[in-house]
């Protein structure tokens, strides 16, 4: 089945939310089977529904209450269909749309996940999570080079490195940010330059946290083995969490355009 297909059934079925081209329902609720109500019931056997249409599979409310993340696949084609309970920093439905945009999908209007929210629901310990998160930030960084996107505080959490804070626009702004900054991404990203400038400012962040503290604290070449090796970088930058604000955070475009 092609995706334009799948997500056609999707809708169809009232599931209402994709991620990464893959149909997601990001359910309201997240009690137990007994604990659902009416409306819950109802939304769980749309979706129900929606995995059966494209995939073939047969599954049941159980199931779907239970388990956080699922995949159904078809035996026929190897139509994916992704199923989330939950995302990791992401806690309802409602911050969900907050941090989305409407998308037009050959024709077909579809709340997708902006960059940085999809970023931030892939702090999991799954292989392809950790390549879908390399390649947010590569593509975060490219639009950053070319002037496509306003920077800002979430946008450097996930995509700082060397490179980068030498862009003009972005540069001016790490002293301010290594001050102020609560994010635990963007506070190692920082220790990662090994601008001792930087670091002077983050060490008297009242709102420092503790991996970054760490850090800091080492000797610079014990540090140095950790920020300066990127699978290292990688594996520690993957379990720090990305906070997004109660407002949602979208991607901005330049303010002259």
């Avoid at 529904?49 to 995949?71: P, S």
């Avoid at 992401?90 to 050959?106: G, M």
Wanted: aromatic share 4%; glycine share 6%.
């Amino acid at each position: 089945m092609t995706a334009i297909g799948s997500l056609a059934l999707a809708v169809a079925w009232g599931v209402s939310f994709v991620r990464h081209f893959l149909a997601v329902r990001r359910l309201a609720t997240e009690s137990a089977a007994v604990a659902a109500g009416p409306s819950e019931l109802a939304t769980l056997e749309r979706l129900r529904g929606a995995v059966l249409a494209i995939t073939g599979v047969e599954t049941d409310v159980e199931t779907l209450l239970e388990r956080e993340f699922q995949q159904y696949i078809s035996p026929a084609d190897g139509t994916e269909i992704d199923v989330h309970l939950k995302l990791a920093e992401i806690p309802s439905y409602e911050a969900a749309t907050a941090s989305s945009s409407i998308v037009d999908y050959l024709g077909i209007p579809t709340p997708c996940l902006e960059l940085t929210a999809l970023y931030a629901s892939k702090r999991t310990d799954r292989p392809r999570d950790a390549l879908h998160r390399r390649a947010i930030e590569d593509r975060l960084r490219e639009l950053l080079t070319a002037g496509d996107i306003q920077v800002d505080e979430i946008i450097l959490a996930c995509c700082l490195d060397t490179a980068t804070a030498r862009i003009v626009g972005v540069a001016e702004r790490l002293p301010a940010l290594a001050a102020a900054t609560a994010q635990p991404l963007l506070q190692v990203r920082l220790v990662a330059l090994e601008d001792r400038g930087l670091m002077t400012r983050l060490a008297a962040n009242g709102r420092l946290e503790g991996v970054a503290r760490a850090l800091i604290d080492l000797d610079a070449a014990t540090r140095a083995k950790v920020v300066t090796v990127p699978a290292r970088l990688a594996a520690l930058l993957s379990r720090l969490p990305l906070h997004l604000p109660p407002e949602g955070h979208r991607v901005q475009p330049p303010r002259s355009r």
